[in-house]
Nanobody, 121 residues
Framework: QVQLVESGGGLVQAGGSLRLSCAAS????????MGWYRQVPGKQRELVAT???????DYADSVKGRFTISRDNAKNTVLLQMNSLKPEDTAVYYC???????????????WGQGTQVTVSS
């Protein structure tokens, strides 16, 4: 089995910063893309940022210039540095990883349990 454990959420004032961390553990041969998504009640989960195994990144337009995604392949971790936070960034943030558990296995998507980020105005 594979587990993704997130940390770093919390309450912050507008303009402040938070850093989210996600660590993958378990039976892992290789992790392809990793990413962060967010969801607010009543809305679909949306992409925040992704990063490939060779470091290529992609961001939602709403967070470009404010958020930075990075990863440590040796530790199977992905980070999301969030600066200049706005009230509209308030959501539950989920970590995602595309994992191959063995050399012959197919790639499977795994999700973390989510961490709440609340930005007050």
């Amino acid at each position: 089995q594979v587990q993704l454990v997130e940390s770093g959420g919390g309450l912050v004032q507008a303009g402040g910063s938070l850093r989210l961390s996600c660590a993958a553990s378990g039976s892992i041969f290789r992790i392809n893309a990793m990413g962060w998504y967010r969801q607010v009640p009543g809305k679909q989960r949306e992409l925040v940022a992704t990063i490939t195994s060779d470091g290529k990144t992609d961001y939602a337009d709403s967070v470009k210039g404010r958020f930075t995604i990075s990863r440590d392949n040796a530790k199977n971790t992905v980070l999301l540095q969030m600066n200049s936070l706005k009230p509209e960034d308030t959501a539950v943030y989920y970590c995602n990883a595309e994992v191959r558990r063995t050399i012959v296995a197919i790639t499977t998507n795994y999700w973390g349990q989510g961490t709440q980020v609340t930005v007050s105005s």
